[in-house]
């Protein structure tokens, strides 16, 4: 990490991913009311692209085109297009909470892959048991799925595939070496994930949308893009910079309530017992995992 900044210049950043990361599930159900998943992914991707053209300009940097850069922007779409399709299809389906919860079971996928495909992946007992309480709780709400209706369980499947893909891509970066500067790496990836969503359009988008979206569809789309998308990702590359990544990954322990919370006050979202146990058991497997890295990150900062 870097010399310490300002305690404001971390406290900051961290409350705006907090808040991003814990809005955002609720910005793409938002969204959805006046489009077509597919239509309304299209839009974001091509919103956030430009954008983040812009602001990599403003920096004065620019997109690379060596081949690993391009292997590196190629994983990156793939890690932001599938699982944002996927979540998007899955988000007509499922509450805005549940998608949050169901995201917060990211980290442990992408950990429990990264210890078989990643040499030197260590993963400490704790983890595994939170792993296990997570994957528990997502078993718990299948086997007492019968209070799914059909469109919930297959929103639910649809999510978990975006969450599959995601945690894959991740993996799949990681093996593939040094990065570039996260913006570029990041620009690069939006640009060529705003292409492909325009090139698979005409074969999975269905019809053209008829009208514009409502204000409150394209509100969230325009908060999904810059929002969601870039200042987000500002915020995290510059606290993994300043802190450990046991502080890191708290916030994703913190987003999942406060998404659920967020979706029952705004958007009248209601739970059954059975999903809010499996939702609990995820987040408390979520916690265990977030707390041995807190507990590494402290026992490197004393023996410095």
């Known amino acids: 990490m870097e010399s310490e900044p300002p305690q404001q210049a971390i406290a900051g950043p961290y409350m705006?991913?907090?808040?991003?990361w814990s809005t955002t599930p609720l910005a793409i159900v938002l969204s959805l009311r006046d489009m077509n998943a597919l239509w309304a992914l299209a839009l974001r991707m091509l919103l956030a692209a430009l954008v983040a053209v812009v602001v990599l300009r403003v920096a004065g940097m620019r997109l690379a085109w060596t081949r690993p850069a391009l292997r590196l922007y190629g994983m990156?779409?793939?890690?932001?297009?599938?699982?944002?399709?996927?979540?998007?299809?899955?988000?007509?389906?499922?509450?805005?909470?549940?998608?949050?919860?169901?995201?917060?079971?990211a980290p442990l996928i992408v950990a429990l892959l990264a210890r078989f495909l990643v040499p030197g992946t260590l993963v400490r007992p704790l983890q595994w048991l939170g792993m296990m309480l997570g994957l528990g709780g997502l078993a718990f709400m299948f086997l007492h799925g019968e209070h799914l209706v059909r469109a919930e369980l297959m929103g639910v499947l649809w999510i978990l595939a975006g969450v599959l893909t995601y945690a894959?891509?991740?993996v799949g970066a990681k093996?593939?070496?040094?990065?570039?500067?996260?913006?570029?790496?990041?620009?690069?990836?939006?640009?060529?994930?705003?292409?492909?969503?325009?090139?698979?359009?005409?074969?999975?988008?269905?019809?053209?949308?008829?009208?514009?979206?409502?204000?409150?569809?394209?509100?969230?789309?325009?908060?999904?893009a810059c929002f969601g998308s870039i200042i987000a990702m500002m915020c995290y590359f510059h606290l993994i910079r300043h802190i450990s990544p046991g502080a890191v990954s708290l916030i994703t322990l913190?987003?999942?309530?406060?998404?659920?919370l967020l979706g029952v006050l705004v958007n009248h979202e209601r739970f059954r017992q059975e999903t809010l146990t499996g939702m609990a058991l995820i987040v408390f497997g979520l916690g265990l995992y977030s707390l041995q890295g807190?507990?590494?990150a402290r026992r490197m900062r004393l023996a410095q």
């Open 254 to 260: 913190l987003t999942p309530m406060i998404a659920v």
């Open 76 to 105: 990156g779409a793939v890690g932001m297009v599938l699982p944002m399709a996927f979540t998007y299809v899955g988000a007509r389906h499922v509450s805005s909470g549940l998608i949050s919860v169901l995201f917060g079971l």
């Open 168 to 170: 894959g891509a991740t």
């Open 294 to 296: 807190w507990r590494d």
């Open 175 to 224: 093996r593939l070496g040094p990065s570039l500067h996260p913006l570029v790496q990041t620009t690069g990836a939006l640009v060529l994930s705003s292409l492909g969503c325009l090139l698979v359009l005409p074969l999975a988008g269905g019809s053209m949308p008829s009208h514009w979206p409502g204000m409150v569809s394209m509100g969230a789309i325009v908060y999904s």
């Open 16 to 20: 705006a991913l907090v808040l991003i």
